[in-house]
């Protein structure tokens, strides 16, 4: 069954903070992204798990192998359970990413969180894709991308949910996909452009979705949660 993962999108600290302490018990997980990171200084995370929350930390490291592996063992220690890099970034940025937290982890008898690789934003269509560089559509450059993520020994990738079941197809279930972009029928696009509803990421068999102002937004914030929750319960 897809899991939600809620985005806390927020500049205000306190905002994010209230937002969770209105979900309650309807959300366990949440996405702490670079604008709530850098405008807590970090801080969001002691909170959520105070709050015996789950957190996927979207930092979206990508840089040299050496700087991201060396950024992946911080990452590691702060006891999250989900965090990710550019697959772009490459083989070689991947793999050494996969060793730092494994040997993190084992140092420290703890269980490593979950490796996920960003293939390509859903903010892009092909029209924008195309104009930054890449010749092959969007599909089989997640595919490819996916393919590297695998090998190397990340855990899943995040990608559209348009992509998540060929991505499923060729990598096993076990691989996982995170899937941004999800928005209900009730809901606006905003800045997505590869968009598809709660139920049909469920059926292209998306392990999480992730989704923000839907429900961050909504004026009842728990009755769009578990809206969207009975959809993916279809």
Known sequence: MSKLIVALD???PK???DMVVSLGESVDFYKVGLELFLNSRGRVLDFLKKENKNIFLDLKFHDIPNTVAQAAKWAADLEVEMFNV???GGREMQKMTVDAVSNEAAKNGVKPPLLIAVTVLTSFDEEGFDEVGFKKPINETALQLARISQETGMDG???SALESKSIK???GNDFLTVCPGV????SASQDQKRIVTPFQAKENLADYIVVGRPITGNEDPVKAALMILEELNK
């Open 10 to 12: 927020y500049t205000d």
């Open 15 to 17: 905002k994010a903070e």
């Open 86 to 88: 550019h697959a772009s």
């Open 157 to 159: 990738v995040v990608c």
């Open 169 to 171: 197809n060729a990598f």
């Open 183 to 186: 928005r209900p029928l009730w």
